[in-house]
């Protein structure tokens, strides 16, 4: 089973960038769709982006335009870049690997801050 491990969270102000990333490994990375979800203190943990094996992309409209997510095969590494950071961005972000047929994988998850 694929095992992932996020990196690249922390504190930033408002209108500010954070890159995150996810490295797996135990797996044939590039037979996974990968997502970013995210979950906010009280809340429910939401879909934030997603890279399917083609490198078809969707991204919750909350995000739009201001986060892009990507992938690379031959680091086994998939990306968030996330600019004009807000507020209501702050949550732990996870990554997420999904393959017809194998068990849904979850990364640890990274706290990103943003301070207004």
């Known amino acids: 089973q694929v095992q992932l491990m996020e990196s690249g969270g922390g504190l930033v102000q408002a209108g500010g960038s954070l890159s995150l990333s996810c490295a797996a490994s135990?797996?044939?990375?590039?037979?996974?769709?990968m997502g970013w979800f995210r979950q906010a203190p009280g809340k429910e943990r939401e879909l934030v982006a997603v890279?399917?094996?083609?490198?078809?992309?969707v991204y919750r409209e909350s995000v739009k335009g201001r986060f892009t997510i990507s992938r690379d095969n031959a680091k086994n590494t998939v990306y968030l870049q996330m600019n004009n950071l807000k507020p209501e961005d702050t949550a732990v972000y996870y990554c997420?690997?999904?393959?017809?047929?194998?068990?849904?994988?979850w990364g640890q998850g990274t706290q990103v801050t943003v301070s207004t």
């Open positions: 890279v399917t094996i083609y490198g078809t992309t």
């Open positions: 997420r690997a999904d393959q017809s047929g194998s068990p849904r994988a």
């Open positions: 135990g797996g044939i990375f590039s037979t996974y769709d």
